[in-house]
């Protein structure tokens, strides 16, 4: 794959953007783990109660 | 010049009747589908007339494999909107209406997501109270039991199938890393979460042969069953059977329109380079089972390259093809749309998985079970992460975790609702679609290929329509449009 990476080095599009994107990152890190809390309480609310038994009694017959 | 890569999906469901002990999914099923055509009161059934699932794109058929007459008796319905739902192997199953492209293939298959919400509360109203059924879009109970989400696309029967196979194989065993849905766990025999705590694809455990006709059993990774449903002697309908069923929209326009473009340039002999793999099954499973997305895979060649490394390869190659021949098979927009969504995929794998997270279904599951993993200090064997898995299958909008994630939308509320009862304007599909709208009760009978009108007096008349591209609205809008009945629509086409 020596020629795929001839090739990609100087894609200046792919390069650029991570220029851009590098000093937000720890920020947008936080933003992502505060949505992803707030996605978790919500998941909690919704989750079905027993996941033991319905985790044991989700059976499938095969299908193609 | 490729032709049109006119396409469509067909999944199966997994279901479950809860509250009532002991149940058929037979039945279950079938009450289902049921309680959403009686709402509907349009009821056609389909024609097995033309169906042959025995007959090998090798070229040869396999007795004793018929069409699923067993089956027939139960429910099988066509649908205004050119769909075909139905009970296969004991799930509910839809098949997309023929779409033109990836785009369409969205939209449709998210309205079939709607028409079985709209059937489980359909069906809730008729059961006994307390019993409720669920339906999950997913490929795997967890427990070694796989059902599957087939894709569909047109291709000239001229092109050697020897050529498709080579072509498109080391393509579907990494395109996983864009359209797989992500599993907790591992079913292949011998391994457990403990070896495979999370995996890429739902499907991957499953499949034990590179080529075959099965479909239910040591499913191979290129399926073919020849049967085209159109005109035999110009197409083929290449069935894909190693798709994963996808719930981000985002998933689902990239695994069919890069797939699609790829076919393109099969067709037109322009891969340019045999990425063929040394062990694509066993390279299958690696690339499902790895989460750093870095282990190398072996080419027949001796070289080696990682799943995505070869994903940027076929990426590029498609790149030099939409320069050199343009893009009309898939469309021009819908094929530079596939194009720039590919590039930003790859690079998200490779740079950020969460900048995926949006777009990807394996992606946005894994995200969000981590975390969860990680805020209770749970395994990966946890009951509590499998249910999550499961639920992330659940199309029931209260219980849906899909729904939950952020996933990025590429269709509206209102062409979703409005593709649950039309056609794609695009395909043969407006024909089948208008004609039921317009005359159930002289259509008789409907397949993909034929619709056969009773407009009383003998004999029935069949309406073929061996060529997908025709029976569209620009086509056929005016005169459909214009009759009055169905005996004067069999009239002024000539039937």
Same mark, same amino acid.
């Given at each position: 794959?020596?020629?795929?990476?001839?090739?990609?080095?100087?894609?200046?599009?792919?390069?650029?953007?991570?220029?851009?994107?590098?000093?937000?990152?720890?920020?947008?890190?936080?933003?992502?783990?505060?949505?992803?809390?707030?996605?978790?309480?919500?998941?909690?609310?919704?989750?079905?109660?027993?996941?033991?038994?319905?985790?044991?009694?989700?059976?499938?017959?095969?299908?193609? | 010049?490729?032709?049109?890569?006119?396409?469509?999906?067909?999944?199966?469901?997994?279901?479950?009747?809860?509250?009532?002990?002991?149940?058929?999914?037979?039945?279950?099923?079938?009450?289902?589908?049921?309680?959403?055509?009686?709402?509907?009161?349009?009821?056609?059934? &389909?024609?097995?007339?033309?169906?042959?699932?025995?007959?090998?794109?090798?070229?040869?058929?396999?007795?004793?494999?018929?069409?699923?007459?067993?089956?027939?008796?139960?429910?099988?319905?066509?649908?205004?909107?050119?769909?075909?739902?139905?009970?296969?192997?004991?799930?509910?199953?839809?098949?997309?209406?023929?779409?033109?492209?990836?785009?369409?293939?969205?939209?449709?298959?998210?309205?079939?997501?709607?028409?079985?919400?709209?059937?489980?509360?359909?069906?809730?109203?008729?059961?006994?109270?307390?019993?409720?059924?669920?339906?999950?879009?997913?490929?795997?109970?967890?427990?070694?039991?796989?059902?599957?989400?087939?894709?569909?696309?047109?291709?000239?029967?001229?092109?050697?199938?020897?050529?498709?196979?080579?072509?498109?194989?080391?393509?579907?065993?990494?395109?996983?890393?864009?359209?797989?849905?992500?599993?907790?766990?591992?079913?292949?025999?011998?391994?457990?979460?403990?070896?495979?705590?999370?995996?890429?694809?739902?499907?991957?455990?499953?499949?034990?042969?590179?080529?075959?006709?099965?479909?239910?059993?040591?499913?191979?990774?290129?399926?073919?069953?020849?049967?085209?449903?159109?005109?035999?002697?110009?197409?083929?309908?290449?069935?894909?059977?190693?798709?994963?069923?996808?719930?981000?929209?985002?998933?689902?326009?990239?695994?069919?329109?890069?797939?699609?473009?790829?076919?393109?340039?099969?067709?037109?002999?322009?891969?340019?380079?045999?990425?063929?793999?040394?062990?694509?099954?066993?390279?299958?499973?690696?690339?499902?089972?790895?989460?750093?997305?870095?282990?190398?895979?072996?080419?027949?060649?001796?070289?080696?390259?990682?799943?995505?490394?070869?994903? &940027?390869?076929?990426?590029?190659?498609?790149?030099?093809?939409?320069?050199?021949?343009?893009?009309?098979?898939?469309?021009?927009?819908?094929?530079?749309?596939?194009?720039?969504?590919?590039?930003?995929?790859?690079?998200?794998?490779?740079?950020?998985?969460?900048?995926?997270?949006?777009?990807?279904? &394996?992606?946005?599951?894994?995200?969000?079970?981590?975390?969860?993993?990680?805020?209770?200090?749970?395994?990966?064997?946890?009951?509590?992460?499998?249910?999550?898995?499961?639920?992330?299958?659940?199309?029931?909008?209260?219980?849906?975790?899909?729904?939950?994630?952020?996933?990025?939308?590429?269709?509206?509320?209102?062409?979703?609702?409005?593709?649950?009862?039309?056609?794609?304007?695009?395909?043969?599909?407006?024909?089948?679609?208008?004609?039921?709208?317009?005359?159930?009760?002289?259509?008789?009978?409907?397949? &993909?290929?034929?619709?056969?009108?009773?407009?009383?007096?003998?004999?029935?008349?069949?309406?073929?329509?061996?060529?997908?591209?025709?029976?569209?609205?620009?086509?056929?809008?005016?005169?459909?449009?214009?009759?009055?009945?169905?005996?004067?629509?069999?009239?002024?086409?000539?039937?």
């Amino acid at each position: 794959m020596a020629e795929r990476e001839q090739k990609r080095k100087p894609a200046s599009s792919r390069t650029e953007e991570v220029v851009e994107e590098a000093p937000g990152v720890s920020e947008k890190g936080e933003k992502i783990k505060a949505e992803l809390d707030d996605l978790l309480d919500e998941i909690d609310e919704v989750l079905e109660e027993n996941a033991e038994d319905f985790v044991r009694s989700y059976v499938q017959k095969g299908g193609q | 010049m490729a032709i049109r890569k006119v396409c469509g999906v067909e999944t199966e469901y997994g279901i479950v009747l809860r509250g009532a002990g002991e149940s058929n999914p037979i039945a279950a099923s079938s009450v289902l589908i049921n309680a959403y055509v009686s709402s509907l009161a349009r009821k056609v059934g &389909w024609d097995f007339e033309d169906e042959s699932p025995g007959t090998d794109a090798r070229g040869f058929s396999v007795e004793g494999s018929s069409p699923p007459e067993v089956e027939t008796h139960l429910v099988n319905a066509v649908l205004t909107n050119g769909a075909r739902y139905y009970v296969d192997h004991a799930h509910p199953e839809i098949s997309t209406p023929e779409c033109v492209d990836a785009r369409e293939v969205v939209v449709w298959d998210k309205a079939a997501e709607r028409i079985l919400i709209a059937s489980m509360e359909a069906a809730t109203s008729i059961l006994p109270p307390g019993q409720e059924i669920v339906v999950h879009k997913n490929n795997s109970d967890g427990k070694g039991n796989s059902y599957g989400c087939h894709e569909n696309y047109l291709m000239d029967r001229a092109v050697p199938f020897s050529r498709v196979v080579s072509g498109i194989t080391p393509f579907f065993v990494t395109r996983q890393l864009i359209a797989g849905a992500g599993k907790v766990g591992c079913e292949a025999p011998g391994l457990s979460w403990r070896e495979v705590p999370f995996q890429l694809s739902q499907r991957a455990d499953f499949f034990e042969e590179e080529v075959g006709l099965e479909t239910t059993l040591k499913r191979p990774i290129v399926n073919t069953r020849d049967e085209p449903h159109c005109d035999a002697q110009k197409y083929r309908r290449l069935h894909v059977i190693i798709g994963d069923a996808n719930l981000s929209e985002v998933s689902t326009f990239l695994k069919v329109g890069t797939t699609a473009i790829v076919l393109a340039m099969i067709e037109d002999d322009e891969l340019g380079r045999d990425l063929s793999l040394a062990a694509p099954v066993h390279a299958l499973r690696q690339v499902s089972y790895d989460l750093t997305l870095a282990k190398p895979l072996e080419l027949a060649d001796g070289s080696k390259a990682t799943a995505l490394e070869l994903q &940027w390869q076929f990426l590029d190659l498609a790149k030099k093809y939409a320069e050199s021949r343009g893009l009309e098979a898939v469309g021009e927009d819908v094929g530079a749309e596939v194009l720039r969504r590919w590039e930003a995929v790859l690079h998200g794998l490779e740079t950020n998985l969460s900048a995926a997270a949006k777009q990807l279904d &394996w992606v946005a599951k894994y995200q969000v079970l981590s975390a969860y993993k990680e805020r209770d200090g749970l395994e990966w064997g946890d009951a509590k992460l499998r249910a999550m898995d499961l639920q992330y299958h659940d199309i029931r909008p209260a219980r849906s975790l899909a729904t939950r994630v952020g996933l990025e939308r590429l269709t509206n509320e209102e062409e979703v609702a409005s593709a649950m009862t039309n056609p794609p304007r695009t395909t043969r599909a407006w024909f089948r679609g208008r004609c039921l709208q317009r005359w159930a009760p002289a259509i008789v009978a409907a397949n &993909w290929d034929s619709l056969v009108f009773d407009v009383g007096g003998d004999p029935l008349r069949r309406v073929p329509m061996m060529e997908p591209l025709r029976g569209t609205a620009a086509l056929l809008e005016d005169l459909v449009e214009s009759c009055n009945t169905p005996a004067e629509l069999i009239e002024r086409l000539g039937a």
